[in-house]
């Protein structure tokens, strides 16, 4: 398996040698840009994948194609995380959860109850926040450039058991990223987190070696999750955010032009996929309340409040996963989210 990777990463790399967006290419070449995301056909990454190749190609009247890479095609996440780092994908759309093994500062979307909970806060927080900007710099040292960062809706939890409290996630087994933030979290509830990748949750839940699981409604659709779990639960503790990347190298080669295009479409997208979030998530609820007898439960906000309150454990832990520039950024965020939350109330 591993011989067979280390011959696609090869071979991925001659053709890259050969085809890849260099900008010193004459402009009657045919140019490929590689786009690698981790979900799977028809999935927030991929609409959005779909999106940014059709508005390449259509702009650079197709000097330029997009080939997209869904989840495992050529590889799992970490390796695309490699890829990226290291050029052989020039984009490519990883969320804190991948990325946050090199960059832990990432993982200050995945604090509970820290960001806004209506879409149109999260996008003014995320639009104008110096934090973002923070964050991309500490991503660029990491070679990874981030050119956007979206969210893909809240994160519900699937489960055997109905969880109305932290005492009812206490003995079970919850799959969660291998993110040491969200294992913390789910810790910080009593639960047992269970780091597995995306690929094998369904099999790991209908052979009971996990009780539950933690995704955005339209992927425990698409992914069948609901298919072998009793209970759906919104507790709209935080959101599942990702960004779109490319290799700084890369894009420091492009011309200016080429960038500006960039930026503009990654600009575009942006109100594009906040918009696409919300339809899919609403819709895919409905198709799960349809196809199956699953109950969903809805939280009430003095249920909330006492998960608010357990998962101050894990705030602590970010923090001290982080230095010092990583707790300024986490309290930046807070102090947005607040001055968003208040403007509103006004
Ligand atoms: O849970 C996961 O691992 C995955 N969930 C989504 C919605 N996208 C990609 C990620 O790998």
């Known amino acids: 398996m591993k011989k067979q990777m280390v011959t696609l990463i090869l071979l991925i790399g001659i053709i890259m040698t050969i085809t890849s967006g260099c900008s010193t290419m004459p402009a009657s070449e045919q140019t490929v840009w590689r786009f690698g995301h ?44 490699e890829f990226q780092q290291g050029g052989l994908l020039q984009f490519s759309i990883l969320n804190p959860g991948t990325t946050s093994t090199t960059v832990p500062e990432n993982n200050v979307f ?30 660029e040292r ?20 109905p969880i109305r409290s932290p005492k009812d996630f206490r003995g079970i087994s919850i799959r969660t990223m291998a993110s040491p933030l969200i ?36 992927a425990i659709q698409e992914m069948g999750f609901y298919e072998v779990q009793k209970y759906l639960i919104q507790a709209r503790q935080d959101g599942f955010f ?23 479409i990654a600009l575009e997208l942006n ?26 439960i809805e939280l009430t906000q003095e249920e909330r409040e006492v ?16 230095g010092e520039e990583g707790r300024e950024i986490l309290r930046i965020l807070e102090e947005d989210t607040a001055r968003v939350l208040e403007k509103k109330d006004k």
């Open 110 to 139: 995945y604090n509970h109850f820290l960001l806004p909970e209506e879409d149109d806060d999260i996008k003014e927080v995320l639009r104008n926040s110096k934090a973002i900007e923070m964050l991309n710099e500490i991503n």
């Open 242 to 264: 990702a960004a779109l990347v490319t290799n700084p190298d890369f894009f420091n080669d492009l011309e200016p032009e080429m960038q500006e295009m960039i930026r503009e």
């Open 183 to 218: 294992v913390a979290s789910y810790q910080a509830y009593n639960a047992n987190p269970t780091p597995m990748p995306y690929m094998e949750i369904y099999t790991g839940l209908q052979l009971n070696q996990i009780d539950a699981q933690v995704n955005p409604v339209f």
């Open 38 to 81: 981790e979900e799977i056909l028809g999935g927030i990454q991929d609409i959005y994948a779909l999106e940014f190749k059709r508005l390449v190609e259509e702009r650079t009247d197709g000097e330029i194609t997009v080939e997209i890479y869904r989840a495992d095609e050529i590889g799992g996440v970490m390796d695309y995380l």
């Open 271 to 296: 109100d594009f996929i906040f918009d696409v979030q919300d339809s899919l998530n609403k819709e895919r609820l409905e198709m799960i309340r349809e196809a199956s007898d699953i109950e969903i």
């Open 307 to 322: 998960f608010r309150e357990a998962s101050g454990k894990a705030r602590e832990v970010f923090k001290s996963s982080v």
């Open 142 to 161: 990491n070679e990874l450039k981030v050119l956007d960062w979206f969210y893909e809706g809240f994160n519900a939890w699937t489960s055997n058991k």
